[in-house]
């Protein structure tokens, strides 16, 4: 439990670090990389994850490297993770919600993100509210069962 803790700490406290960092996708949409390539994820788990600043580093070693903020990621440990300082994205703890269940099911990541590509800051570009889902749900023939998306209900 104790070391557990201590992990939960430790990550907590990396990611804190990573949020002072500036990234804009609309800078990025040039060079085609795959959302996974950041987001691993969102192929296969439930939660998209955020990428380490060990992964920014593979092009930024080079690329920018004596711009300010390309600075401030580099002095960043490597596994601190890049993340929002406040999401844009979320749903309440009480719904269920895969993002590898969305891939497979062949939803693309634009039906609920938007085109990220152009934005240098992301905004929500839908609210997460049970018709949004489940207007998807009917069309689509996914689940409409009230306990396949909120996992406490019998
Ligand atoms: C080069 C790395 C990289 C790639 C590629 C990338 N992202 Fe991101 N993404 C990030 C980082 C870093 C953040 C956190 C900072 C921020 O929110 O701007 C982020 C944040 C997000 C968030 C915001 C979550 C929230 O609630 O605030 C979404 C959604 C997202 N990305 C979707 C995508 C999608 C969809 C793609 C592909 C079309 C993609 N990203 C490609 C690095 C990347
Ligand atoms: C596949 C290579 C690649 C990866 C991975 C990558 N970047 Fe970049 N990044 C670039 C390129 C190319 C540019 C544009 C450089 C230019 O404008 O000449 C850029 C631009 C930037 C800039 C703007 C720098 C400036 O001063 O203009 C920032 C900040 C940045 N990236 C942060 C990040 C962060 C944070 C991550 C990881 C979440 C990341 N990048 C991952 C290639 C990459
Ligand atoms: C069916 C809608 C839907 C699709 C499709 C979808 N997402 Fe999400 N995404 C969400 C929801 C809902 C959240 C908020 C989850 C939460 O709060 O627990 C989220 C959160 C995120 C986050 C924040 C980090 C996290 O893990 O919570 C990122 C990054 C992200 N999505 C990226 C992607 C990428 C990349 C794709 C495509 C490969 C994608 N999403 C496809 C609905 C979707
Ligand atoms: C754009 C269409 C679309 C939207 C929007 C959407 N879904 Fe889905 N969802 C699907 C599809 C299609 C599947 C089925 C995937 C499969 O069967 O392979 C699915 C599957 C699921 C599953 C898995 C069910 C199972 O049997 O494993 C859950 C849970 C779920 N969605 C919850 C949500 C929630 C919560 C939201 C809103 C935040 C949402 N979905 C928004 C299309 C969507
Ligand atoms: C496809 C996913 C999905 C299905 C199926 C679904 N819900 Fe929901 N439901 C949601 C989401 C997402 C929210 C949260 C919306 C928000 O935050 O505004 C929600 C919110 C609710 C709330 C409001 C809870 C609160 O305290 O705000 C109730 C009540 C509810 N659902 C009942 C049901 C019932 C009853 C069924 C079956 C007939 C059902 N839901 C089926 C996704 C779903």
Redesign the pocket.
């Known amino acids: 439990m104790r070391l557990t803790r201590a992990l939960l700490l430790f990550a907590a406290a990396v990611t804190a670090a990573g949020q002072n960092v500036e990234f804009s996708h609309k800078k990025h949409a040039p060079l085609k990389l795959a959302c996974t390539h950041c987001h691993a994820g969102a192929a296969k788990a439930e939660r998209a994850t955020f990428p380490e600043a060990s992964r920014c580093m593979i092009c930024h070693k080079t690329v920018k490297a004596s711009s300010p903020a390309i600075k401030r990621l580099a002095a960043l440990p490597a596994a601190s993770r890049i993340a929002p300082a406040e999401r844009v994205f979320f ?1 309440p703890d009480f ?4 993002h590898g ?2 891939a ?2 062949k ?1 693309e990541c634009r ?2 993100h938007g085109d990220v590509w152009q934005k240098d800051k992301l905004t929500a570009e839908a609210v ?1 509210s049970m018709k ?2 489940v207007d ?2 009917k069309e ?1 023939g ?2 409409l069962a009230c306990n ?2 909120h996992e406490l209900l019998q």
């Open positions: 749903i719904i269920w919600f895969s269940a969305h497979a099911g939803v039906s609920c997460f949004f889902c998807c749900h689509r996914a689940t396949g998306c």
